[in-house]
């Protein structure tokens, strides 16, 4: 005989949605990049002050505007962080849609991009190097070794080996998914990097925040 009692069918709905594995509902893990969807062509998305169409409108996004980084939700997910020119602002997730080619495993977004203040220096992958530029000195290779990641689907968090011909020439930079901040503007990033040079038998440390926009 069929249980009719009231309620019966939503217990079994919500015993299914437990017993379904925690990928099923995992699309993505911040910081990543968006497309702008589901705005008219004659249209702009608004990006906001703060996390809600209450706050006041500090910029535009066009209806066809790509690569968008979303650094952090607000506590309701319906909101977006992202960066517009030197400060940070909020925008309807509603209206973006994620881009499934920016976290593969094994490897680094071509458009990723770290960097730090004292001392200046700025980081980025190019054609299998890590490229390390820093202020006043001439700009260090070192091929990529290895780029491993924590193996949960779309993860950013990574750490990234590479070493140069020159002996005893290698850096090593891990990435955390934490909020970090560049200490000169008001923007918002989502990564932040530990980056060890090592050379001539000599180790430094180097921290600072990582972005995806191009």
């Not at 960066?83 to 495993?105: C, F, H, K, Q, S």
């Not at 071509?110 to 006043?136: H, I, K, N, Y």
């Amino acid at each position: 005989m069929k249980d009719r009692r009231p309620g019966a069918a939503a217990l079994v709905v919500v015993l299914a949605l437990i017993a379904a594995p925690a990928w099923a509902t995992r699309e993505y893990i911040l910081p990543t990049l968006f497309d702008v969807d589901g705005v008219a062509a004659d249209d702009v998305l608004n990006v906001r002050a703060g996390p809600g169409t209450g706050h006041p409108v500090i910029g535009t996004l066009a209806p066809d505007a790509e690569r968008i980084e979303v650094v952090a939700h607000d506590p309701t997910g319906r909101w977006g962080q992202i960066n517009i020119e030197e400060r940070a602002g909020w925008v309807a997730m509603r209206y973006l849609a994620y881009r499934t080619d920016v976290w593969e495993p094994g490897e680094l977004p071509a458009s990723l991009q770290c960097f730090g203040t004292e001392p200046f220096w700025s980081l980025r992958p190019d054609e299998g190097d890590l490229v390390l530029e820093a202020m006043g000195e001439e700009a260090e290779r070192a091929s990529i070794a290895a780029v491993l990641d924590t193996g949960i689907f779309r993860d950013p968090r990574r750490a990234v080996v590479a070493e140069a011909e020159a002996e005893g020439f290698r850096l090593t930079a891990t990435m955390e998914t934490t909020a970090c901040s560049d200490q000169m503007s008001d923007r918002a990033y989502g990564l932040s990097v530990m980056v060890v040079r090592e050379a001539d038998g000599e180790a430094g440390l180097l921290t600072g925040c990582c972005r995806l926009e191009p």
